[in-house]
């Protein structure tokens, strides 16, 4: 499908196909869903406490709201996994669930070699392909089957989390836009929506922001703004956009309208867990911590703005692709590019595509006022 | 006369076809030219292209882009697919897929505008994705 008639779904186009050329690819993540459902079966055969106990495994993160970006240069993928397990926790300590999951892995001889104990979670290290943390969790409350205590070891006590919820919250946000921009011109043309153009804009717009955030972060990783507080702060602005560019256009305008009103205030951002208001996910902004990372964080939102703006002027594709270069990386930009490019010369080899009349732009489409495209051969002599 | 023979075209048919599907354009009769120009523009976010075209029955139509002036992509590659003088090569005279039994309104223009379409893509990925041949490259 050419989205070529209309200035936003051209460029909604183009950036669905930059998302969806830097997310995790199908393979990585069936190898990954696999490793995870390995781990489940791990655990239901083991004759000690996981016997009797009443649990259940799912992802967190990204993969469970559809807003991977695959890693950058060395960096691996990491996926998120929780053991949720029902039970009555407060008979336990936090370190004697934690030691259970590690007793269990290190027994095992396809993963002893695997296993790096961290504070919450146990990580397992697929060497250079991706490492899965795993996240034992008990259900807080009877009330709430999403509600989890987790163990924290350097706390040496249960805390709380709630990654299901986090999902759901997210889910729920994005489908605040019952059709997006890209449905919409597929159901137009009565055409089959391709799989790319189904994702919803919000979650396009994290995955971009992602991968914007990486490319700006490059030579400087460790002052790059987290996943988390990018993710939250992109939903709870969210206001049902149709389209991925007005999604990102929105989000932009809302945080520099937060942060303006905060600057005269002297007060920073918070970035609160919407599913546990007590819980900052921008604690480390603070003042006695690390307020460089919020200065950092301000910056890239500065220049992200300052570029979404000279997008929204004609400047031509020539100028947006360098902009876009700029954003997203050239890489991923110029495959998105190629895959649109391809899409018309296929088009054109089964004479499916013609030209308005009015304006000389291209379709797919051949209906009054389009002047079909006859067989050619482009020739010329080199100069 | 053959049966078969194709009729070609008239410069006053090659005109009307002109006028007639593509309103917005200039189209002008001379004695034994016809001229055409107006404005394309490939997609809905490429700047507007100016054109001028004219032709002659029996001769080559020539198209040239007048503004923005064409020019070489970022890695300093010579345009391709242009005769001398930038005018555009949008077709292998071997194969007919032009000549006086065809309309200029049929094939020229649309051509222009896919030519346009590869010619921003060149700029951008610094590769020709529109295919099509240069006589040199058969020499080598």
Redesign the interface.
């Known amino acids: 499908m050419i989205q070529f008639n209309n200035k936003n779904t051209q460029l909604d186009d183009l950036l669905a196909r930059m998302a969806e050329e830097i997310q995790l690819d199908d393979t990585r993540k069936e190898r990954m869903e696999s490793a995870y459902r390995a781990i489940e079966s791990l655990l239901n055969e083991d004759t000690g406490f996981f016997k009797n106990a009443i649990f259940e495994i799912y992802p967190q993160g990204s993969v469970r709201i559809g807003t991977t970006v695959k890693p950058t240069g060395k960096n691996e993928f990491d996926l998120d996994i929780v053991v949720h397990i029902v039970m009555d926790w407060e008979e336990y300590s936090p370190q004697f669930v934690y030691n259970q999951l590690k007793r269990v892995l290190q027994n095992s001889d396809r993963y002893r070699d695997k296993v790096e104990p961290k504070n919450r979670c146990i990580r397992l290290n697929y060497a250079g392909d991706f490492h899965m943390d795993i996240l034992p969790g008990c259900q807080e409350t009877d009330i709430d089957d999403n509600k989890l205590v987790v163990p924290d070891r350097k706390l040496g006590d249960w805390t709380s989390s709630n990654p299901r919820g986090y999902g759901k919250w997210f889910i729920n946000k994005s489908n605040l836009v019952k059709m997006s921009l890209l449905e919409k011109a597929y159901a137009m043309e009565n055409l089959p929506a391709d799989e790319f153009s189904k994702k919803k804009p919000l979650q396009r717009a994290v995955q971009l922001i992602k991968m914007y955030r990486d490319e700006y972060f490059n030579d400087n990783k460790e002052m790059a703004t987290s996943s988390i507080i990018l993710t939250t702060i992109a939903g709870e602005f969210y206001g049902g956009e149709e389209s991925i560019f007005d999604t990102i256009d929105n989000i932009i305008s809302r945080i520099k309208k937060s942060l303006s009103g905060l600057n005269w205030n002297g007060d920073r951002l918070k970035v609160l867990n919407p599913v546990n208001n007590d819980e900052d996910f921008s604690d480390k902004w603070e003042e006695d911590k690390e307020p460089e990372l919020y200065e950092y964080f301000k910056k890239f939102v500065a220049h992200l703005d300052a570029q979404w703006q000279n997008l929204k002027e004609d400047n031509g594709v020539l100028e947006e692709a360098n902009i876009l270069k700029g954003l997203f990386g050239e890489s991923a930009f110029l495959r998105a590019q190629y895959s649109q490019v391809n899409y018309i010369e296929k088009a054109r080899k089964s004479s499916e595509i013609g030209i308005n009349t009015k304006t000389g732009i291209l379709t797919e489409s051949l209906a009054i006022g389009i002047k079909k495209v006859r067989s050619n051969t482009f020739f010329g002599s080199e100069q | 006369m053959e049966v078969n023979s194709k009729k070609k075209y008239t410069l006053a048919e090659q005109f009307v076809a002109l006028k007639k ?4 354009f200039k189209v002008r009769l001379e004695k034994n030219r016809v001229f055409c120009s107006g ?9 507007y292209y100016s054109f001028k075209l004219s032709y002659k029955v029996g001769t080559r139509p020539k198209v040239k882009i007048t503004d923005p002036v064409l020019k070489r992509n970022f890695k300093n590659e ?7 003088y930038d005018e ?6 071997n ?1 007919q ?2 000549n006086s039994e065809k309309l200029i ?3 020229i ?10 010619y ?2 060149w ?3 610094g590769k020709w ?8 490259l058969k020499n080598r």
């Open positions: 599907d593509y309103p917005e404005q394309l523009r490939p997609t809905a976010r490429s700047l010579k345009i391709p697919h242009v005769y001398p555009l090569c949008l077709y292998y005279p194969y897929e032009f309104a049929d094939c223009i649309p051509w222009t505008s896919l030519w346009l379409y590869h921003e893509n700029h951008i990925s994705e529109g295919g099509g041949m240069h006589p040199k």
